[in-house]
Every structure is written in C-alpha cells, then in structure tokens.
C-alpha cells in the first residue's frame, strides 16, 4: 500500500497534482490564535474562509464520483463549513456530532461547549462508498437488555475520547520533552479509524491536506488504504515518519476492532492479519482461564 507524506503547501500541491482521492479528511488549523511553527493561525476570518473555500473546491475536483470529505471544525463555525462545502459543489449528507467525554467548557452568558462538528459531504448525490458500521456502546443507566447486535453508529459520536484534554488523554498524544503536546489538534486514531471505515474500501486512497502529526496516515495504513498527507511544518514531519516506521503501541488499532464486530461484511472492509488472531485467540484462552478459575 502507498503511504506518502508530502512537504508542501497543500493548495499549491492541489493545483499541481494530478491524484485523485477517494477520501479526504479536512481536518485544518481552527483559526484560533494558536502557536503553529509554520502557520499563522490569526487570519482575517474572510480570508481564511476564502482559502477553505478553495481548499474544499480543488479538493472536489481531484475526488473520485462519489468520494466523500469529512470537514472538522469548531461548533461555533458550523454556518461557515456547511457555506464552504456548499458553495464549492459538496453535496452534505451528515453533520456529526462529535461529543467531548471531558467536561464541557463553561461560558458566563451561555450553554457550555460539549462538542466539535464534522461534516460529512460527497462528490455527487450519492457516496460512492458507504458501510454501515455497528457498534456495541455501554448500556446507560436506564437501559436493561443488552443490544444482541448492536446498534448502527449514529450522527452523534459520544464513544470517542478527544485527545485536547491534558493528561486525562493517556499516552496518545504526541508530545515533546517538555510534556507539551507536540501538535495542538491532534485526533484520535478511533475517529479516523470510523471515518476511514465508513466511506472506504480496502485499496482505496485516503488524503489529508493537513495532515498534522499523521493520524490519518497511520490508520489508513492499518486499515490496508492507500494514504497521501501534506504538511509544511518540519516537525510535524520528523514526527510523521517516526510513526509510520514503527506503529506506537497507542497508535494500534487492532484493539479497537471488537466494538465493531456486529459489522456485516467485517473482514472484508478490515481484513485481519495473523497476528491479530493470535492476540485474539490467546486472549479468549486466557479469559476461559479466568472464568475457570472463579467457579467455586
């Protein structure tokens, strides 16, 4: 499988290239004022919205009919994303929820902010591409049967820890000597993990224009697609092909792939290696010990 990390700008390489994409995740600086080595992240909001608008309407044109994008903002710029989308000729079909499992941000005059938007929008009318993933949450409180076969996954996604919450995150972000995160938006590899599944295939080709410190890359990687990332800053690169030489423990998905095992057609959109089998198969031999060992 290809797995490209490229130094550029990403609209001058979408201008050049002549790659087309099946699946882009458009995940870039939020605009927030941030520290970015090799960004400016306080542009005039026009002019970073014109350049997203680009951004989103050069990417259409290197997607395959059908492909899909997965834009990830902040709550308070949903109007803007849905415009810039829409405005570059993506068809929406979703607009996810993505709930925070930290505490939500107080505000003096109002609600607290809880969540992060990510709009799911296709070349064309209909995905080219879309696999109903199930999953098995934890009953609430006020629930009493367990669900025989799960549930489909919903446009709210509370199941999934962010990774800007301090140590609270656990070892998976990236981060420098002195404790800091290396990168100030990293994601968690379960989103990309559910992304890449829902609206890809085994073989096809995965592309972040921002591609940060290459989550989408190394789970594109695990998931047998086929990835290209961009990326300008010279130690989110170090980092990306550190990652991508030798999978992180943290980074590795595998243990993931039970929450989704209600899924119809599994194994055909995550083929399982051997090694996965044998963690698994020792697992199951060591939980049957455990029940054993507890019966009087």
Known sequence: MKCQIIDYDCEKFLGKTS??????????????NKEYGSHNDDMQPEQYWNWM????KLTLEHTSEGGAIYFMQREKNTEFVLESLRSSGWTLQSLIIWKKKASAIPAERRFGKHYQIIAFATKGKEPRVFNKLRINPPLLVTEKHSRPTGMYVTDVWDDIRELTSGYFAGDEPIRLPTGDRAHKQQSPVQLLARIILSSTNVGDIVFDPFAGTG???VVAKQLYRNSLGIEIDPLNMEIIRIRLSKIRDVDELSKFREDYGFTAELNTIW??????QIRKDKLLRLMKRARRASIP
Do not use: H
């Not at 994409?21 to 927030?32: H, R, S, V, W």
């Open 53 to 56: 608008k680009r951004v989103c």
């Open 19 to 32: 790659e087309i994409f099946d699946l882009t995740f458009l995940d870039p600086p939020f605009n927030q």
């Open 271 to 276: 083929p399982f290696d051997d090694e996965y």
């Open 215 to 217: 989550t989408t890359l």
